[in-house]
Every structure is written in structure tokens, then in C-alpha cells.
């Protein structure tokens, strides 16, 4: 009688849901948290750099072909502009030298530097890392399509954006929302130890039930209620600061496999812990760190190498890794595919350990 | 012979290097209500948990109705019915939705679990405030509550751990009469409590427990005659110089064996006192006051202290 009986697991999920919502818990996790996220999020975001991206170019070649690229940029700032009102503004700078000041003034946020046979330099600031980065991902793809077009393809070509930047609101928003599901999610580990403290565990356990069952059916409960409050944070992003989150089957998708990850870790960390209150902190603790790894605070691309692979290893990093692909290169559910495959596997690995390991941690 | 519900046979665990339950061997009968009287600490929680089939045993083995009981045995676990010494209830729900969701856990279906329900509100005496939430209950109430629960999957056997502590004397009085009512009912029960009186009150059999060993099992009366206790007479009075007098007056008494001088007065080892008791007064008057006299049959409290030389709750 080890396997998971799905009566007793619906069973445990629809009551845990009840009392959450009775407590009100539900409306804070599921609702409000997310809610003043988004907005919060939302307001910083379209009030900041963030909505206006200032990015420099310098014609460092003098050649026509470096002349040439200066008016492609100059015509992508105005398709762009067309696309997210006054998004991007170009500067042209004088020279290199020039763009490295006006880059430490905070003037720009980042430089493409063209130079004579259309190489592409990109200079970054380190303080508007999100400038930077739309600095760069459009350096890349210009100097991507400049370097297929001359001459054969070069590795400059793996521009880690496509078309459009990344759009900053939606990134922050999967972050945030991501990094939130670990105290949503956290709780259903809590709530096991609660109920072994307070006897409500052992009564279960009387009767034929197991303790697998009994804190999946919690994790499906804390899961859904993860869940919604993502898709809160999705629509308020989008209805009200005009996030451009990509295909919402594809978000939709990423939002699941999200869940699965994240709670499976949270499932292994409550494994691990002894007390509630253990579990809460430990769960605060490892969900910052798994956050800030991932990407949720500084993305990837702004970070070093190394950074950028353990970022793989972060559910969120992971699960940021596929809304990026979503927002800023329209992916398709297929191109989704293998990231979602990596978070569910994530999620099973990491949330089988962890039933196991709560077996032992919620002993009589 | 009446069939036997639950047997216990050479049952052990140990937390670490403490040993909680030591080589227990018992048995319950159908429709019996035995006692497991022991203090703080002696195992009794360790015991039900073990009975109760969540936590494992080191050694031994307990069988209900003939089949094996542990965590991954889940055969029996329909026959016994599970009162925790916690009050086992979600607080934030009410009676009436902790019935419906422990009992969905048993795997009762919808009809079944509604009409029982009602049964056991009733049996509890909690039918008209069955849709208030436990956590404005008193203390009383939720230990009924908690009795409710535990008795809904109509369980052939009922464990019950200490379900009166912490109550007042009236909510007690009401939890004692219910199950004794459970008891007459055909029901087999398991008490654990350290109050003597409960255990004297409704068990047919006592076993008790001290140190994670049983010392002994038996009929109040067996465990009685067994560690040859006497009835005694305490005479409260003032005797002044004459008490040597009284003393040597009360033992010509035949049945009296032996006389104590304590600081209120005589206490009398007799192995009949209500016997006794009008011959002990009118040889006494003449020597003193008596102010007052009370009877002591001996109890399970005694058999406790003569066989562990200690009072059982210290
Ligand atoms: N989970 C545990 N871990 C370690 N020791 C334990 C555990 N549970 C019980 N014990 C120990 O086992 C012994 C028996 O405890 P148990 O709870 O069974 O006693 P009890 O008779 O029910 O006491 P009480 O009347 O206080 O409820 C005690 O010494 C206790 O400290
Ligand atoms: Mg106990």
C-alpha cells in the first residue's frame, strides 16, 4: 500500500484549499502578493530606464558599409518605436572614447560600436544592465544579419535575442512570480509538520492513508494556489503595464512546469527540515539564492559565464531561460520543449527525494 | 470464551538509547475495556502509537482481529478507531467538516459517512454545535469532538490515550459516562489514563504500566488480592493520653492486624472494614472524640505503590 492514492490525495488538496481560504492565506498567496508584485514591479518598470532605452552608436569604421549599419540602427529604432512606444532611442556618439563616458554618466546604457568592415563591439553599462542588454542583443542581431549577408556566418550569429529586446516588464514578472512560488509552494511542507505536531498527521496515518498521499494532495493544493497567483501576475502585467509575456499557451505551459520545479524543490528542502518554522526560513533562504542564481534580479546575460551555466541549475533559471525564449523570441510551444521537459524533471527528481526524505522527517 | 480483538505479544521500542516500551504482552477481548494505568513517561502514548499502526515496532507484534498491524500493514487499520491524547481536529474547521474529512480518508462513501455523522454527534452529545468551528469549542467539547472522530469508521476496537486530561470535573464526568456507554455497547476500548479512579471507574481488566514494562494484568480485585492489600479505617479524632489505651482496645478487635497512630488520628488495617467498623468505633469513643472515619478499600492507587514503591503521580 506504498502507491499514491489519488481519493486521498484530492481529499487532503480540496480541505487544505478550504482552510487557506477561510484563514484568508489563499487570497494573500494567490492574490494580493502577486497583485503587489505586479503592480509594484509594473510602476518601477515603466517609470524607470527601463521603459526608455538609451543606447549609443558610434560609426567607428568611417567606411560606407559602417555608415550603412548606422542608418539600418537609425530604422530599427523606428520599427522598434512603432512597436513599444518611444522603447528605444539611439544616440549617435562621436567616438568609442565618448560612448565609454557618456556609458559611466549614466547618459547611455550601452554603445554599439560599428566598425569599418561592419564588426560589431558592444559597450554595457553595469548599472543599466537591462539597457545593456537590449544594447546588446540588437548588436548581435544586426551584426548577425550583417556578417550572413557579406560574407559566410560567423559565430557572432548566435545572438542570444532575436527580433524584438527582451521585454524587461515580462522577464521581471516571470522572476518575481517565480521567486514567490517557492513561499506558496513552501507552505505545503509547513503544513505537514504542522499537522504531525498537532496530531492531525498521526490521525490520518490511522487510517489507510500514507504519508505520500497525504502531502502530495498539500502539494496540490500550494501548486494551484502557486499557479494562480502567477497567472495573476501575467495579467496584470500585460492589462496594466503592457508586459509582452508571448504565446499564452506557451506562458501557460511554462507556468505548469514552472510549479512542478519549484515545488519539487520545496518538497526536498521540507524534506530536510524539522519544524515549521525551519522549513519556512529554510524555504526563504534557498528560494533567494536559487532566485538570484537564476537570474530573477540581474539576467543571465549580464552576468559572468560561469553565472550563466549554474543559472541552468536554478529552476528559476531555468524556467526565466523559457519565458525569455517566450517574450523576446516569439518561441513556439516546440522550441519550449526541452526547457519544459528540464523543469518537470527538475521537479520530479528534486520532489520524489523529498517525499522520501519526508517520510522520515514526519515520524511519530 | 469471548474472542480476543487485539493481541499484543512481546511488544518493544526504543527512541534512541531510552527504551519507551519493553517487552509488552497482552491481549483485549471483545467487548472489553482494559486500562493501561501508568504515569508520565511510562509508554503509553509509545504503546497506542504502535497499536494504532504508525509507529513501527522494534520487536513484537500486535495482531487486531487476527491480522497484523504496523505502518505498511494496512489490513486492520479499518477495525480500530484512534483517539490521539492531542486533540487531533483542524481548529479552523468545524466538527462536522473534520467528521467528513477523516471520514473520507476512511474511505466511506458519501451515504455512510453522512448518516454516521449524525451518530456520532450524537453519541458525543455535540449534534447542535456540530457546525461551529473546533476553535471556539471548550476544551471539553473538542475532547469530545476528538472521541467523535475517532470512533466514526465504526471501529471494532477504540483506542482511547488520556481522553480526559486537561478537563474540567463535569466535561470528565460526560466523557467517562459516554464510554462506558461505548462499553456496554459491545465495543472494545483501550484506556490509557494515570487517574486510577477512571481506570477503576470503567475497566474490566487494568494492565499497569510503568517504565515501559507491564507489571501487572488483571480484574481490579485480582491486582488487589494480588499484592495483598487490606482494607483500612482512618479515624480522625482526638485521642490525648489515652490513645495507647484505645490502641490496645481497637487490636483485641478480631479481623483488626495491625493499628497506625498518624497526626489526626488512628488508621486502622482490617481485613473487612465495613465488617468491622461499628465494633472499632464503640471500643474507641470511650478513649477520645471521634471526629470523623472513612473507609479505604484497597485500590489500584496502593497496588501501584507496592509495586513500584512510588505514588502514581509524582
Ligand atoms: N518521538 C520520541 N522521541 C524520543 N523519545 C520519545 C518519543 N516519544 C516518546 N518518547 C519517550 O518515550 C517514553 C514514553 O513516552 P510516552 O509518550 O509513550 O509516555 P506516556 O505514558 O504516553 O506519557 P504521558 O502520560 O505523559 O502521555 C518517554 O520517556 C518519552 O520521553
Ligand atoms: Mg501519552
Avoid at chain 1, 548588436?139 to 527582451?166: F, K, N, V, W
Avoid at chain 2, 450524537?122 to 467539547?141: H, K, Q, T
Amino acid at each position: 500500500m506504498n502507491a499514491l492514492s489519488a481519493h486521498a490525495m484530492f481529499t487532503v488538496a480540496t480541505t487544505e484549499l478550504r482552510r487557506r481560504l477561510r484563514s484568508r492565506s489563499a487570497l494573500v498567496t494567490a492574490f494580493l502578493a502577486p497583485l503587489g508584485l505586479a503592480v509594484v514591479f509594473g510602476t518601477m518598470l515603466s517609470n524607470t530606464e527601463a521603459s526608455t532605452f538609451d543606447i549609443g552608436i558610434v560609426d567607428a569604421g568611417g567606411s560606407a558599409l559602417s555608415a550603412g549599419v548606422t542608418d539600418e540602427l537609425v530604422s530599427f529604432d523606428e520599427q522598434a518605436s512603432d512597436e513599444q512606444e518611444g522603447s528605444i532611442v539611439f544616440t549617435v556618439v562621436g567616438s568609442e572614447a565618448l560612448a565609454e563616458e557618456q556609458i559611466d554618466d549614466g547618459t547611455i546604457g550601452a554603445a554599439i560600436v560599428v566598425g569599418a568592415t561592419g564588426e560589431i563591439l558592444v559597450l554595457k553599462s553595469p548599472d543599466r544592465p537591462i539597457s545593456a542588454q537590449v544594447g546588446e542583443s540588437i548588436g548581435y542581431s544586426i551584426g548577425g544579419s550583417l556578417q550572413t549577408g557579406l560574407t559566410e556566418p560567423t559565430p557572432l550569429a548566435t545572438a542570444p535575442l532575436g527580433g524584438r529586446p527582451l521585454n524587461v516588464m515580462a522577464y521581471y514578472g516571470a522572476s518575481m512570480a517565480g521567486l514567490l512560488l517557492f513561499f506558496t509552494v513552501g507552505t505545503a511542507a509547513r503544513s505537514m509538520l504542522e499537522d504531525r505536531d498537532n496530531s492531525t498527521l498521526p490521525r490520518m496515518l490511522s487510517g489507510p492513508t500514507n504519508v505520500g498521499s497525504i502531502l502530495s494532495g498539500k502539494v496540490l493544493a500550494a501548486a494551484t494556489l502557486g499557479a494562480l497567483g502567477f497567472v495573476v501576475v501575467w495579467i496584470i502585467t500585460t492589462a496594466a503595464f503592457g508586459a509582452t509575456w508571448g504565446s499564452p499557451a506557451g506562458v501557460i505551459l511554462m507556468i505548469i512546469g514552472t510549479v512542478a520545479a519549484i515545488g519539487g524543490v520545496s518538497l526536498f528542502i521540507g524534506g530536510l527540515t524539522r519544524t515549521p518554522q525551519q522549513a519556512e526560513s529554510a524555504q526563504s533562504v534557498v528560494g533567494f539564492m536559487l532566485a538570484l542564481i537564476g537570474g530573477a534580479f540581474v539576467p543571465p546575460t549580464d552576468t559572468p559565464a560561469t553565472l550563466r551555466t549554474l543559472s541552468r541549475f536554478s529552476p528559476n533559471g531555468l524556467s526565466l531561460q523559457g519565458f525569455s525564449a517566450l517574450n523576446a523570441d516569439n518561441a513556439g510551444i516546440r522550441d519550449l520543449f526541452p526547457t519544459l521537459v528540464g523543469l518537470v524533471v527538475f521537479g520530479l527528481v528534486f520532489g520524489g527525494v523529498g517525499l522520501q526524505l519526508s517520510k522520515r522527517s514526519v515520524q511519530i | 470464551m469471548s474472542s480476543t480483538v487485539l493481541e499484543v505479544q512481546g511488544l518493544a521500542k526504543k527512541f534512541g538509547d531510552r527504551t519507551a516500551v519493553n517487552e509488552l504482552s497482552f491481549h483485549v477481548d471483545a467487548g472489553e475495556t482494559f486500562g493501561l494505568l501508568g504515569p508520565n513517561g511510562s509508554g503509553k502514548t509509545t504503546t497506542m502509537s504502535m497499536i494504532a499502526g504508525i509507529l513501527g515496532a522494534d520487536s513484537g507484534s500486535i495482531r487486531v482481529g487476527g491480522q497484523p498491524v504496523g505502518p505498511t500493514q494496512h489490513g486492520a487499520k479499518g477495525q480500530i478507531g484512534l483517539v490521539p491524547q492531542d486533540i487531533a481536529l483542524y481548529e479552523d474547521l468545524t466538527t462536522r467538516e473534520n467528521l467528513d474529512f477523516f471520514g473520507r480518508l476512511q474511505n466511506m462513501d458519501g451515504a455512510r459517512r453522512k448518516a454516521r455523522i449524525e451518530q456520532v454527534l450524537e453519541i458525543v452529545g455535540l449534534r447542535d454545535r456540530a457546525d461551529d468551528r473546533v476553535d471556539e469549542y471548550s476544551g471539553g467539547m473538542k475532547r469530545r469532538a476528538n472521541i467523535a472522530v475517532g470512533l466514526l469508521h465504526e471501529p471494532s476496537l477504540l483506542i482511547l490515550d488520556e481522553p480526559t486530561v486537561g478537563v474540567d470535573p463535569q466535561s470528565r464526568n460526560q466523557i467517562l459516562d459516554s464510554v462506558e456507554h461505548l462499553g456496554q455497547s459491545g465495543l472494545s476500548v483501550i484506556y490509557t489514563t494515570h487517574y486510577m479512579e477512571e481506570a477503576e471507574r470503567l475497566c474490566d481488566r487494568v494492565g499497569i504500566l510503568d517504565h515501559g514494562s507491564l507489571l501487572a494484568v488483571g480484574s481490579q480485585r485480582e491486582l488487589v488480592s494480588r499484592v495483598g492489600q487490606e482494607d483500612r479505617i482512618v479515624v480522625s479524632g482526638v485521642f490525648t493520653d489515652q490513645t495507647e489505651i484505645a490502641v490496645g482496645e481497637v487490636m483485641t478487635l478480631d479481623g483488626v492486624r495491625s493499628v497506625d497512630v498518624t497526626s489526626v488520628g488512628l488508621e486502622l488495617n482490617v481485613s473487612d472494614a465495613s465488617a468491622i467498623l461499628v465494633a472499632a468505633l464503640a471500643a474507641l469513643s470511650p478513649h477520645g472524640e471521634v471526629q470523623g472515619v472513612e473507609i479505604r478499600e484497597p485500590n489500584l492507587e496502593a497496588v501501584f505503590l507496592s509495586l513500584t514503591g512510588r505514588a502514581l503521580r509524582d
